[in-house]
């Protein structure tokens, strides 16, 4: 199973970014999938997470309306759809995968076992 993450980079406060996490190894459709991102000395946080059937879909508070997360099952691909960038946005972003997560555990990190390598996104004027 392998993940591998890309499209982070520097953009400036109002700009749109999109990362992308290709997915290999496994039934793509069949594992919930996640965004985390981890700021300098504080904890991995989920941002956005969606079910194994995509039924569930969760948004942290700090994006919601500004982030989307997609997933193409037939391209095995999930994307982050991210608008309107703020400073505290600035974080390393992970894809994170994993089949039979509980709703009730679909934002925490530890019920995840596969992860992408991150991507780095800078948000700075």
């Known amino acids: 199973v392998q993940l591998q993450a890309c499209g982070g980079g520097l953009v400036q406060p109002g700009d749109s970014l999109r990362l992308s996490c290709a997915a290999s190894?496994?039934?793509?459709?069949?594992?919930?999938i996640a965004w985390f991102r981890q700021a300098p000395g504080k904890e991995r946080e989920a941002v956005p997470c969606i079910s194994s059937r995509g039924e569930d879909i969760y948004y942290a508070d700090s994006v919601k309306g500004r982030f989307t997360i997609s997933r193409d099952n037939a391209k095995n691909e999930m994307t982050l759809q991210m608008n309107s960038l703020k400073p505290e946005d600035t974080a390393v972003y992970y894809c994170a995968a994993d089949t039979g997560v509980i709703l009730s555990a679909l934002t925490e990190a530890s019920a995840y076992s596969y992860w992408g390598q991150g991507t780095l996104v800078t948000v700075s004027s």
């Open positions: 190894g496994f039934t793509f459709d069949d594992y919930a």
